[in-house]
Nanobody, 125 residues
Framework: VQLQACGGGLVQAGASLRLSCAAS????????VGWFRQAPGKEREFVAA????????SYRESMKGRFTISRDNVKNTVYLEMNSLKPEDTAVYYCAASQGVIISSMKNLMTYRYWGQGTLVTVSS
């Protein structure tokens, strides 16, 4: 499966953005889809994940309440709704997918086999 992430951009602090991760060459039906981000000079970190089969979700603790991951069955797309954005949310956001993911592994970067190209989110103060 190929992943296409989009929706990034330049916004002011406090604004919202919705990122999209679309699948081609297959469906997300048996996959877990995760969002990760990487800020300049920092390691890639987990943001949120959703398991398609049962809608199980996992979030980075610091993002609970601000970020929401969801799916669209018809469009075969996973979304990351980001609210109350802060300058420290500035990063390249990547979506990733893999099959057979257990909940305890959702936050692990090494869990994911397929990766999209990333979309840049810049939050100005």
């Amino acid at each position: 499966v190929q992943l296409q992430a989009c929706g990034g951009g330049l916004v002011q602090a406090g604004a919202s953005l919705r990122l999209s991760c679309a699948a081609s060459g297959g469906t997300f039906r048996s996959y877990t889809v995760g969002w990760f981000r990487q800020a300049p000079g920092k390691e890639r970190e987990f943001v949120a994940a959703l398991r398609w089969s049962d809608r199980a979700t996992s979030y980075r603790e610091s993002m609970k309440g601000r970020f929401t991951i969801s799916r669209d069955n018809v469009k075969n797309t996973v979304y990351l709704e980001m609210n109350s954005l802060k300058p420290e949310d500035t990063a390249v956001y990547y979506c990733a997918a893999s099959q057979g993911v257990i909940i305890s592994s959702m936050k692990n970067l090494m869990t994911y086999r397929y990766w999209g190209q990333g979309t840049l989110v810049t939050v100005s103060s």
